[in-house]
Structures are given as C-alpha cells and as structure tokens.
C-alpha cells in the first residue's frame, strides 16, 4: 500500500514538474478581427508553452479593469494570479515596409522581461510559427532577474563599478570640489550619478540584445517579402510554343445529307506555333501593393509555324494556311490578402483576332475548296485566377467571352451569309515560379464559336439547288490545343 502511494505521489511529482507554463496572450492592439492573436496562439500552444483560453482571459482584463495594449507590470501581476499563469503577452500589430510588425511585450512571473518584434507576412506559415514558439519558450522559460539585471542590481550597481575599476579611478573620486559634495536638502552629490549612468549603459544593452532578437527572428522567418513576387509582379513576359487543332463542322438538313450535298467537316491533324504574351502594372513598379499597382495592360500572340490543306477535288494540290490570333486588352489584379502565396483575381477587357486563311495553293479554290475562310474580330471580356498552392506552384486559369464583330469571308453573301455568333475561350493549367524570376507556364487551351445564320448566304440557302429553304442552320468553330512558355517576370 505505501508503494502504491509512493508511485501515486512519484507520478503527480513528476506530472507537476513537467505540466507546461501557462501564458495569458491579451488581444493584439491593431488586430481588430482576432484572427492574429488566434493565429499566435496555435503557434505557441503546446507540449512547451499552455496558451490560456481568449474569452477566460478576457474576462480577467475587464475585470481588472486594464487597459490594453499598455500593460504594466502591476497589472501583469494581477493577471497573472487572477489567472494563475505564468506568464502575460500582449502584442501590437504595426507595418514595417511592405511586411506586418508584431512586437511583444513579455512578463513572467509579474515581472517584465525583454520583449521583442516579429516581422512576417503570414502568420498561418510554419516558419512563423517555429520562430514564435521557440522565442517565447526562451522567454517564459528564462527566470525574470537574468532578462532584466538593472533592477535587480541596481543599489550595489557603484560598488560592483567600483571593484571592476583600477586603483587611480579610486584617487579621483577623493578629488570631489567641496561645493558637489552633499546639498542641503539631503540630495545625492554627483558621486552618484555613476548608478545612472550605468542603468542607462545597461538599458541600452538590453535594447541592443532585443535588436538581436528581432534581427535573429527576422532571419529565420526570412519573412520579408520580394516587392515583386509572381502574383505582384510589375511586368510578365512568357516566351514558347503552342500545339493546336482546328475543327469546323456544320449543322445541315437530312435532305442534304441524302443527297450528299452537305459541307464535310474539317478535322486537321495538330500543327505547332510560336506563341509570346505578357502582362505589365507600370504602376506596381512604385509601391506593389497600392491599389493602383493592379492596373495594367495585356497582349497575347501566338502563330501556327506551317499549316496546309488539300482536297480530293483537286488532288496533288497543296493550300498554305494563314492561322494565328492575338489579342491586347486593359486589366486591373486585385490580390486576395498580403502574403506571397495570396491567390489572385483579374478583371478585364480587350479587343482580339483570330484568323485561318487559305492564301494560296489551288487553281479553283471557290469550286474545289468548300472551307470558308475566316477572320474574327471581337471584344473581349475576361476574368481570370492565379491560386498559389505552396511558395512556387500555382493554379492559373483565364476565361474570355467573344463578342464577335466580323466572321470573316464566311459570312459573305456569297458564302454562308449573315449569322448570329457568339464564342468563347478557355485555359487552365499552373505555373512554377523559380526564385521569385522565372516561371514555367503549362496550360491547356479551349476556343469555341458558334454560328446560327440566318439564312442569307448563297452556301447556306441555295446549296440544294432550291433558293427557297435554308440548307445549313449553323457551324462550330472549335479548337484545341495547349502552350507551354518560360515566363520571365519583375
């Protein structure tokens, strides 16, 4: 029975030693949604450090009537044993640049110890968390005396002076004028004023040794952003290649196709192009996270390298193909938080060309050729996304509505006449930013337009030979195709 009360006795000895200090954190001064004292708190909460719950602490800072963020340590002692904790943190939230400032104040056991500053850019990362924890275990776990030695000396700080000096330091002080010894009303004659000196000389290397705390912090969180990091670049140039397919079909009566009067379709094999587009803020060159800094302008030019076509009607003929699409627009970004890895939305508008022109190649191209040219013109609203998913990797996608102004050739009189159309172009892919410099864009790329006519072109009412019924209803324009570029961006 004794053994079993020894061990029970042995286990909460032990227990006892070994439970975690419990740290009041107050609310941060500046973080008026709490999401940063939440944030430092699951950053410090642990097997090390018991962070005490905010509503719980809060109660005990109304009830005590303190007055944030200016905790004295009066107060912080009150605290501490209305909460029985050992430690008190409170923090202000300030900026520093283009990064977040958190600086601290810290007392243990009631007293004030040194307190430090944290600069960061998001408080959900790992590094920030590692660096916070780690210095406020240092902190709360370091007795009061050694973070503050001013106070605790301070009435034998002369004599300590004075047995570190040599022998003629000694001499002068017997030196004195008679005048400076001792005033009247009992106030210390200047041979004191060393103990102020020397409070003063320590006060400055306490600050000196929080600098080195907060430079030490600073370099482990490495947390101050490049001001032009991917999603806050100023300009973006991507240089590569493209792959696509073009297809164009038709939608057409039964009667026709009985007849095999109907228009084939066009399914051509993958061509290869050279593709060049870019994205520039000029403003986002002064202060990259202004408002203003999300205004800017967009091009986009990609060109098939060799595209030819042939028919059966005319065999050994070859017709060399003019196929490409550009594009120049306005654009304003609006980046979803402050951190590096914050996603991205951009809005915008531009004006855009798409052709495929049959240039030359058959000595009938009208009777043998039955593939319309095409060259649109169009607006072009756009919404696009940037969603980091790490420090490199990122999702990205940019989608465009086609308002189509002019088909081209196709909606001749002499073609398929007039139409309504409408289209749209899509991409989705990632990009892998290197070293905040560089990035390699890969994405997949869908365009469609569609056509309803309306019935006043010779190919699209006459084709049956009967000029009175409308033969083709409409077509589909699709293409499908990929890029891939090295991007270049500041």
């Known amino acids: ?63 005590l009537k303190i007055e944030l963020p200016d905790v004295s340590e009066k107060q912080a002692k009150k605290l501490s044993t209305d909460l029985e904790a050992d430690a008190v943190v409170s923090g202000t939230l300030g900026r520093e640049g283009t990064s977040k400032l958190l600086k601290f104040k810290v007392f243990v056991g009631g007293k004030k110890v040194k307190g430090f500053s944290v600069q960061f850019s998001n408080p959900r990362s790992k590094k920030f968390k590692e660096a916070l924890r780690e210095k406020l275990v240092e902190k709360v776990s370091t007795p009061p005396a050694e973070d503050k030695p001013v106070k605790a000396v301070k009435k034998t700080t002369a004599q300590v002076e004075d047995d570190d000096k040599p022998e003629p330091t000694k001499k002068k002080k017997k030196k004195k004028q008679p005048g400076k010894e001792l005033k009247a009303d009992g106030e210390p004659d200047e041979d004191d004023k060393p103990v102020k000196k020397t409070a003063t000389a320590e006060d400055e290397e306490e600050e000196d040794e929080e600098v080195d705390d907060e430079a030490a912090i600073k370099r482990r969180l490495n947390a101050k952003p490049s001001p032009h990091t991917a999603n806050r670049a100023a300009f973006r140039i991507d240089v590569g290649s493209s792959v696509s397919t073009r297809q164009l079909t038709f939608t057409f009566t039964p009667e026709l196709a009985a007849e095999n009067q109907q228009p084939q379709p066009f399914k051509p094999g993958p061509v290869a192009g050279a593709h060049v587009e870019g994205d520039i803020f000029p403003l986002a060159l002064g202060n990259p996270n202004s408002p203003a800094a999300g205004i800017g302008i967009a091009f986009e030019f990609d060109q098939v390298l060799s595209s030819k076509v042939q028919t059966t009607l005319e065999p050994g003929a070859v017709g060399k193909v003019k196929q490409l699409h550009f594009l120049v627009g306005a654009r304003y970004r609006i980046l979803l938080g402050s951190a590096d890895t914050s996603p991205s939305i951009t809005v915008g ?128 324009d699709r293409t499908i195709g990929g890029i891939a570029t090295l991007g270049v961006l500041y």
């Open 1 to 63: 029975m004794r053994f079993v009360v020894s061990a029970l006795l042995l286990v909460l000895a032990v227990g006892t030693a070994v439970a975690a200090p419990k740290v009041a954190l107050t609310a941060i001064d500046g973080d008026d949604s709490g999401d940063l004292r939440e944030a430092v708190a699951e950053a410090i909460d642990g097997k090390e450090l018991s962070v005490i719950g905010a509503k719980e602490t809060n109660r005990a800072i109304d009830r």
């Open 349 to 476: 508008a531009g004006y855009g060309r798409r052709q495929f022109i049959v240039q030359s190649g058959f000595m009938n191209r009208d009777l043998n050729l039955d593939l319309p040219d095409t060259d649109y013109k169009y607006l072009a609203p756009m919404l696009g996304f940037r969603i980091p998913l790490g420090g490199s990797f990122a999702l990205v996608s940019t989608n465009e509505v086609m308002l189509v102004q002019d088909a081209g050739r196709i909606a001749d009189s002499d073609q398929y006449g007039r139409a309504k159309v409408f289209g749209f172009d899509a991409q989705a892919g990632f990009d892998i930013v290197l070293k905040n410099r560089f990035a390699i864009r890969v994405v997949a790329e869908y365009t469609q337009i569609g056509y309803v006519f309306t019935g006043g072109g010779e190919k699209s009412r006459n084709r049956d030979g009967v000029a009175t019924s409308i033969d083709i209803g409409g077509a589909l």
